[in-house]
């Protein structure tokens, strides 16, 4: 026959037992939701980080090749003043010249006498030729000028260029590691939910299991003794 003590008793640790299992898988998900909220943060960070990156190093390609345009224009501008100066610069020293080739067209217009005749003019010729010497050098110089101050400019533009394309030819660089996929927590045992069950059932079914009369502890008591003493004695066959 069932106790009712017993039977409550063994109820209440069943819902206890089960209670406490539920507990515990309540919390262990709660932390592997943490858990898992963490690393999807570190995850999105990770691949943003990721995108950032590529989408900087694009920004740089795109700077860079506008630069490129700026700095072969800006050399292209400045070996066409460069011409245009030595163009103008040159006409100038053309029109000296033709103003000293008139000149000496035209002599002194002095008719000199006696031994002096011989040398009619020769001042003017040799002033008219140093001068023209001096204009040739000039045009000479000039065209050295204008060569180095093109080829300046053409080697600033390349410096330029090249330190602008080093600043991209590496590319966007490489990917850091990952975040790692975390390790989640175990649940509780269910096979301590058995044995708390288990227990339970055997706390409810102990009354059905108490020892008769007389078999108390297994030992033998006043009224299993004077069982054995009336009972029939057990033949001996040797």
Not at 104 to 114: I, M, S
Request: hydrophobic share 40%; net charge positive; with cysteine.
């Amino acid at each position: 026959m069932c106790d009712p003590v017993s039977a409550a008793l063994g109820a209440g640790q069943a819902i206890s037992a089960i209670g406490g299992y539920s507990s515990q898988v309540s919390q262990t998900n709660a932390k592997n939701q943490q858990i898992k909220a963490n690393y999807d943060q570190r995850r999105v960070a990770y691949e943003k980080g990721n995108l950032d990156r590529l989408a900087i190093y694009q920004t740089k390609l795109i700077d860079v090749k506008i630069n490129q345009d700026e700095i072969g224009l800006a050399a292209s501008n400045a070996i066409s003043d460069n011409t245009l100066a030595e163009a103008e610069a040159d006409r100038q020293l053309e029109a000296k010249l033709q103003s000293i080739q008139v000149a000496k067209l035209k002599g002194t217009g002095v008719a000199d006498e006696g031994g002096r005749s011989r040398s009619f003019g020769k001042n003017v010729t040799l002033k008219a030729g140093r001068a023209e010497g001096a204009i040739s050098g000039q045009r000479e110089r000039l065209s050295v000028a204008t060569f180095i101050a093109n080829r300046k400019a053409l080697e600033q533009a390349n410096q330029e260029r090249v330190k602008q394309w080093r600043s991209v030819n590496m590319g966007p660089g490489e990917a850091g590691p990952a975040p790692e996929m975390p390790k989640f927590l175990k649940g509780p045992s269910k096979l301590g939910l058995a044995v708390g069950l288990a227990g339970a059932a055997l706390t409810a079914a102990a009354p059905a299991f108490k020892s008769k009369p007389g078999l108390e502890g297994g030992g033998l008591t006043e009224w299993n003794t004077d069982m054995a003493l009336d009972a029939a004695p057990i033949p001996y066959n040797p």
